[in-house]
């Protein structure tokens, strides 16, 4: 009886053993949460900071991704006065500018936007510039119904600069400059058109 006993101690010990470290190992994962969880919300926090793009950025990439949703964030450097419908965010200068438009969920950006850093949500637009457009801006020109402001082709400075332009030129000097401008990338590309671009915006945030 007392071998019995002996062997049957030690069988003991080692079963209330295995019994502690479980419970002990529960209680730390009921109270430590899942670690997994918590893994899967900085991962999804991390990618939402990746998508965000600079104005540069957005620019050099701009035709793979025309059509797509964006989210792109620059200082505002101009909001149109007519209905704030329109801003414009600058990167790293201001040859790296890019139009923004209002869409129906924002109809208008506030004042407060110039001269912070806006981050915009939206789809990227191509606006093409060919002879056919020319031709038409001429012909308003000539029946000086050309509108202003942004909402027809003589558009404001910010409007120049994001296409690249003289702010001092003429509109004739202007339409000859794109008419060269074509010339120049038909002889390289292919393409008789220029290609701008600008952001239909579905959200913003003033980022102070």
């Known amino acids: 009886m007392r071998k019995t006993k002996k062997k049957f101690k030690p069988i003991m010990r080692h079963f209330v053993y295995c019994a502690a470290l479980a419970a002990a190992v529960f209680f730390l994962a009921g109270c430590g949460g899942n670690p997994n969880k918590k ?4 991962t999804q926090t991390s ?5 965000v793009m600079e104005v540069d950025n957005l620019l050099a ?11 792109v964030e620059g200082v505002c450097t101009h909001i ?13 200068d201001d040859t790296q500018v890019i139009r923004i438009e209002a869409g129906e969920k924002i109809g208008s950006f506030k004042p407060e936007c110039v001269n912070n850093v806006v981050r915009v949500t ?8 060919d002879e056919a457009y020319l031709a038409e801006w001429e012909l308003r020109l000539k029946d000086q119904i050309a509108r ?6 003589a558009g404001c400075s910010a409007e120049h600069q994001a296409r690249g332009e003289s702010v001092a ?3 004739e000097k202007r339409i000859a400059d794109f008419r060269a401008r074509i010339a120049d990338r038909k002889a ?5 058109y220029l290609s701008f671009y600008h952001v239909d915006g579905g959200s913003y945030e003033v980022l102070k």
């Open 39 to 42: 893994n899967a919300s900085e």
């Open 61 to 71: 990439d701009a035709e793979k991704l025309t059509g797509g949703k964006v989210t």
């Open 122 to 129: 939206g789809t990227l637009v191509e606006d093409r510039i």
């Open 148 to 153: 202003q402001h942004g909402e027809g082709e």
């Open 169 to 171: 030129s003429s509109t």
């Open 80 to 92: 149109c006065r007519h209905g704030g419908r329109k801003i414009f965010l600058m990167g790293t």
């Open 188 to 192: 390289k590309e292919g393409k008789e």
């Open 47 to 51: 990618e939402t900071q990746s998508s």
